[in-house]
């Protein structure tokens, strides 16, 4: 065969094809029933036969699909066509009885009709369909049998009755009639539950389809019965479009999942029953008894017959199964709200009742209960560098391992994050260190997950109550102050609560207070201590420090305004502060001694900034002050964490012309070895070392002096409060000094008398 005569081929089965045809063949035996279906002499002929090509390419476009599938979709899609073909097959049979004049009911023909719903109810159960629990199940069956009674109650009035008593002597027959209704009433159920019980690997333009291909039949059967029994049917009756159109929109469905198999599944946004389950029981219940009124008020049936009892019966028991799932909801509510969703145990709302509880009980019976608050360390690393989902099954395990450490009786809960609480019944408090203990180790054993063994430890705080707090929310921040102290101590410790600890927290926190305050009123200040060279004790610059004098809480020491901007994420907000202040101030003596600079502590902790740089080429471009009257201030501790990005940053701020000082040198482990690697200009010896120069620390000395003049580096001595060490260290060729011996830090109007009043040398700047 050519490749054009493959492609006409192809063509003439494509999908498009087949369903273009199916609806040209379908609206048109539509027109030609609405025109009268004539000639008259052919009516029954093309009114028996126009059903084979409709059921032909319908079955086309289902088995299309069936191919194009796997697994159970696969024998989905086979079922419906067996369905539609078995219908065809008794449309065959049912035609060449009718055209020979034979009887067609009852028939082989009959047979095939009576199996498509079986297909398609079988085709339905493959699926897979979304979870539901039995309580969902058999409320559902309810809701389903409350609808199928009542309807059939309807249909065995309005005619199924009269078709009874007319086939009463024919056994036979009779069961063919009524095999109908039942397939009927059995799809109806399929329908309901295909509504609700949304079947997986449809899409919702199929469940449509079929839906409405299955309802089309239910109505077709109904009014054919009923038309049977009133003897008015003949064939081209209107009622026959309800069959065809059933049929093509079989194809329909087949041919969406033909042309858009990629369209979202039916229950893609659900893992249960769809919203339309949430109507279910009150339409099952209108349904219901409007029928029974229709159908004893229309129809004179008697007020109360069998059916009306069994729907009753049904209603009261499927509302006996709506309370039982109320309250299940309800705990299953309750348990999410008081449990985390994660590891299962107490959250932190929950944990505070029953902890209450463990206390008013321990204080009746003259107990203690011991509260743990357990941090872990390290999962920022875990989390940083496997992601969550591995930090999540590092939490599980941790929440196994505290279960299995503890005993029943106690309470376990994860507060949040990494944090977890243990709270222990203890006759004796000496007990809760070996309990912390076991679950320290319980902890810091490595814990597998996604393949790699990965190590965590636990900082653990406790709290005895009642002596140290009498309510949950009091020892739970208590617990936390003492958890925090196991942090600062160095992590994977046990520390108890202490009052003192306690106290100097609240210290801090009242300084923190003050010191937010006082930089937001600009109410801290600088002092400058001056840099002199040697040996001519000629000013060369200042060093700032900070100075604050508050109002409440009176002189506050440097250390402590640092640590506490260090603790409190201050530090950035403090040095900027810091930064612009001085440089504020250097343009301001630089009028009158253009080589005059100004050394700015830096922390790590601002250094690390990203955009460091850019914070201090802005402050410079601020104050509109050259990069050389900056030199900023970095400890080796500083600068060694990531050696390779400080080396960047300090060569990105050399380029502005500003220099980089390295502080307390000699008092690192390494300073010499990173020294080679770090593009320093100045280094700052050690007050330390200069006190000890007559008991041999002068050729400690002497031995920075020539490693950092060989580096091409300006050494700055400080701490000299005595004449002899200006000496000793002149004669060791030191460059520059600092010190007692020469100012105290002052305040800027000081500094800039001291300044104006002393002849700086531009030789020992450069």
């Avoid at 194809?251 to 969406?256: N, R």
């Avoid at 040996?535 to 402590?560: C, D, I, K, M, N």
Wanted: aromatic share 8%; charged share 15%.
């Amino acid at each position: 065969m050519s490749a054009r005569a493959l492609k006409q081929t192809a063509w003439l089965f494509s999908p498009a094809t087949l369903l273009l045809a199916l609806l040209m063949v379908t609206f048109a035996h539509t027109a030609w029933i609405l025109s009268g279906a004539h000639p008259d002499h052919l009516r029954v002929l093309l009114g028996n036969l126009i059903f084979f090509p409709i059921c032909l390419l319908a079955a086309g476009l289902t088995f299309s699909l069936s191919r194009r599938l796997t697994g159970r979709p696969r024998r989905t899609w086979q079922l419906f066509t067996a369905g539609i073909l078995s219908w065809g097959f008794g449309q065959v049979i049912y035609t060449a009885l009718d055209l020979t004049g034979r009887p067609t009911f009852p028939s082989l023909a009959d047979l095939g009709y009576l199996l498509l719903i079986p297909c398609f109810l079988a085709g339905l159960l493959f699926l897979p369909r979304a979870r539901h629990s039995r309580l969902q199940s058999l409320s559902l069956l309810l809701d389903v049998a409350i609808i199928v009674v009542a309807l059939g109650d309807v249909l065995w009035h309005s005619h199924l009755q009269a078709l009874f008593n007319g086939y009463a002597g024919d056994a036979f027959s009779l069961l063919i009639g009524m095999a109908y209704p039942a397939f009927d009433l059995l799809l109806i159920a399929v329908l309901v539950t295909l509504l609700v019980w949304r079947p997986r690997e449809l899409a919702s333009p199929q469940m449509a389809f079929l839906g409405a291909g299955l309802t089309l039949f239910f109505a077709a059967d109904n009014l054919y019965t009923f038309a049977s029994v009133q003897g008015i049917y003949h064939v081209t009756h209107p009622m026959d479009s309800l069959w065809t159109f059933g049929i093509t929109s079989f194809g329909v469905a087949a041919y969406v999942g033909l042309v858009h198999p990629r369209l979202p599944r039916a229950d893609a946004r659900t893992d249960g029953p769809c919203p339309l389950h949430l109507f279910v029981p009150s339409t099952a219940l209108i349904l219901a008894y409007s029928a029974f009124f229709l159908t004893h008020t229309i129809l004179d049936a008697p007020l109360v017959d069998r059916s009306m009892i069994i729907v009753s019966l049904l209603v009261v028991i499927r509302q006996f199964l709506s309370l039982l799932d109320n309250r299940r909801l309800t705990q299953a509510l309750s348990h999410q709200a008081q449990h985390d969703p994660l590891t299962g145990l107490l959250n932190r709302s929950s944990v505070h009742l029953e902890l209450n509880q463990k206390i008013q009980a321990a204080q009746q019976r003259r107990a203690f209960v011991g509260v743990l608050f357990v941090d872990l360390d390290g999962m920022k690393y875990v989390n940083d560098a496997f992601a969550h989902a591995v930090g999540d099954q590092v939490l599980l395990e941790v929440a196994h391992r505290l279960r299995r450490t503890t005993r029943p009786a106690d309470t376990i809960a994860r507060l949040g994050g990494d944090e977890f609480l243990v709270a222990v019944d203890v006759d004796d408090t000496q007990q809760l260190t070996g309990i912390a203990q076991r679950l320290r180790t319980a902890v810091a054993a490595p814990i597998q997950a996604n393949g790699h063994a990965l190590h965590v430890t636990a900082s653990i705080g406790i709290v005895i109550c009642p002596v140290d707090a009498q309510d949950a929310a009091v020892a739970l921040h208590y617990a936390d102050l003492a958890m925090y102290q196991a942090k600062t101590r160095g992590k994977n410790r046990v520390c108890f609560y202490n009052p003192e600890h306690h106290e100097s927290q609240l210290r801090r926190t009242q300084l923190e207070e003050h010191l937010r305050a006082a930089l937001k009123q600009d109410a801290l200040e600088l002092h400058y201590q001056p840099i002199v060279q040697l040996p001519q004790a000629s000013p060369v610059g200042f060093e700032a420090l900070l100075r604050w004098h508050s109002p409440t809480l009176g002189p506050v020491s440097p250390l402590s305004m640092v640590q506490v901007a260090e603790e409190r994420g201050l530090m950035p907000e403090l040095g900027a502060w810091v930064l612009n202040h001085a440089l504020q101030h250097a343009k301001v003596w630089r009028q009158h001694h253009a080589d005059l600079y100004v050394s700015v502590n830096v922390s790590a902790t601002q250094f690390a900034l990203a955009d460091f740089v850019q914070q201090v080429q802005g402050a410079l471009d601020l104050h509109q002050v050259p990069g050389e009257v900056l030199v900023l201030e970095l400890t080796e501790s500083t600068l060694i964490g990531d050696a390779d990005a400080s080396v960047l940053k300090m060569r990105a701020l050399k380029e502005l012309g500003v220099r980089i000082a390295l502080d307390d040198f000699g008092t690192g482990y390494s300073s010499l070895s990173y020294l080679r690697q770090l593009p320093v200009d100045l280094l700052k010896i050690d007050q330390s070392f200069i006190r000890t120069l007559r008991d041999g620390g002068a050729s400690f000395v002497r031995a920075i002096v020539t490693l950092a003049h060989d580096q091409g580096a300006i050494v700055v001595a400080e701490g000299v409060e005595e004449a002899w060490q200006a000496d000793v260290l002149s004669h060791l060729k030191c460059n520059l000094a600092q010190g007692y011996l020469f100012a105290k830090p002052l305040p800027f109007s000081q500094a800039q008398h001291y300044a104006l009043s002393a002849s700086p040398t531009p030789e020992a700047h450069s």
